[in-house]
């Protein structure tokens, strides 16, 4: 870092956070960001850090792994942590956040950083200069083709985001407000559903009609911490029971007792007028999700603000591709020393964990 400049591909929360921490130490940072004239399949704006799936960043109590780490990301200063507090909003345990303010206070901070220059414009190559590539699983031509020769073919799996509604379109005398074991003010809005209900909506899940999802090597690969509510539904009529439908500790006030089945709703901006499905990204084409997701009682009338959406992830086979620094490992004695990978490409699942891997990589070029 003799120079003290650096260039970083990608504006995600990993690259947001990477430009963040070099610029923070007076390096010169050039940030590379193709959205909005160039589009993903999962991005709706061209604000940098946006979150595609869901609007949460995962527990918040110093007890859960989650937790601890956002907790030691707050005392290393992240940009992204930051913003989040500063843009949350109620989730009883969770840190979720209005994810427009959240990601639009991320560009401000970004954008009024002297020492931060953003192009907006897909990166034709990888300098010679240090640089960390943070350019997400959506990264797009020669940058996917460069990563792809340094680190060997990539893996992938499909994710998908979930429905938001508004919250005037949800019938409220046949909800209830309550948080899962009584952690929170009533934060999320629960939809009950008895057993007919829960067996017809499962039988019209199963049989919906899904979007054509191009399987790259012969297979589809999904992640099993989040997979498509429909796929889950194809692996036995109760597993969404056991999963994002299930009732424990959400005992209907009005009864006493806990529904057979019940859909979450979590607050998704500040104004509480729109509330995202919790668990429920999907894979089916439009106008089912409409029919389906309609057929939970409470969203007889329900009004979709977005829809869910599925893409392709790719990641590297982190353990024989990077070293210890986050650093491709091929090349031997001439590989680079100053080029860094960051973010989702590396084979973490999640936005806290992206986060810290644009940290850590910024870290790691500022002390080699």
Same mark, same amino acid.
């Given at each position: !870092?003799?120079?003290?400049? =650096? ?73 992204? +942590? ?7 909003? %109620?989730?009883?345990?969770?840190? &979720?956040?209005?994810?427009?303010? /959240? ?15 953003? +192009? #907006? ?12 590539? *943070?350019?997400? %699983? ?33 019938? @409220? ?6 948080? #899962? ?18 067996? &017809? /909506? ?8 899904? &979007?054509? $999802? ?39 006030? *009005?009864?006493? #007792?806990?529904?057979? =089945? ?14 995202? !499905? ?8 439009? %106008?089912?999700?409409?029919?389906? /997701? #309609? @057929? ?7 009004? /979709?603000?977005?829809?869910?959406? @599925? ?6 086979? &982190? ?28 084979? $973490? ?15 790691? !070029?500022?002390?080699?």
């Amino acid at each position: !870092m003799a120079d003290l400049r =650096a260039t970083v591909i990608g504006g995600g929360l990993a690259g947001s956070e990477a430009a963040f921490q070099l610029a923070s130490r007076g390096v010169k940072v050039t940030l590379y960001e193709m959205r909005p004239y160039t589009v993903t399949p999962a991005h709706f704006t061209g604000k940098l850090a946006e979150l595609v799936c869901s609007n949460s960043l995962g527990a918040d109590t110093i007890s859960s792994p989650a937790g601890i780490l956002k907790q030691e990301l707050r005392m290393l200063g992240s940009l992204v +942590i930051e913003c989040a507090d500063r843009t949350k909003v %109620p989730a009883g345990r969770a840190l &979720a956040v209005d994810r427009d303010n /959240f990601s639009g206070l991320v560009t401000e901070k970004i954008e009024l950083n002297a020492n931060i220059k953003i +192009i #907006r414009e897909e990166a034709a190559e990888i300098p010679a200069e240090a640089s960390i590539v *943070a350019a997400g %699983p959506l990264m797009s031509g020669k940058i996917a083709e460069a990563v792809d020769r340094m680190t060997g073919k990539p893996l992938y799996f499909f994710d998908a985001a979930a429905p938001i509604v508004t919250l005037e379109s949800v019938d @409220m005398s046949r909800v209830y407000r309550a948080d #899962r074991y009584g952690a929170g003010g009533g934060d999320y809005v629960n939809c009950p559903l008895d057993g007919k209900s829960y067996e &017809a /909506f499962h039988g019209a899940l199963v049989a919906a009609e899904r &979007a054509v $999802v191009h399987k790259f090597d012969g297979r589809a690969g999904y992640f099993e911490g989040c997979l498509p509510i429909e796929v889950m539904a194809e692996r036995g009529i109760d597993t969404m029971r056991f999963g994002p439908m299930r009732p424990v500790g959400l005992a209907d006030p *009005a009864t006493g #007792r806990e529904p057979y =089945a019940v859909v979450q709703l979590r607050r998704d901006n500040a104004e509480g007028t729109l509330y995202n !499905m919790v668990g429920f990204q999907t894979n089916l084409k439009w %106008p089912e999700q409409d029919r389906v /997701f #309609r @057929m939970i009682p409470a969203l007889e009338n329900a009004e /979709f603000v977005r829809r869910g959406v @599925m893409h392709r992830n790719s990641f590297v086979r &982190a353990p024989e591709a990077l070293d210890g620094c986050l650093r491709p490992a091929a090349g031997g004695a001439a590989r680079r020393r100053d080029l860094f990978l960051a973010g989702q490409i590396t084979g $973490v699942e999640g936005y806290v964990e992206s986060t810290a891997m644009g940290l850590a990589a910024a870290l790691y !070029m500022y002390e080699d």
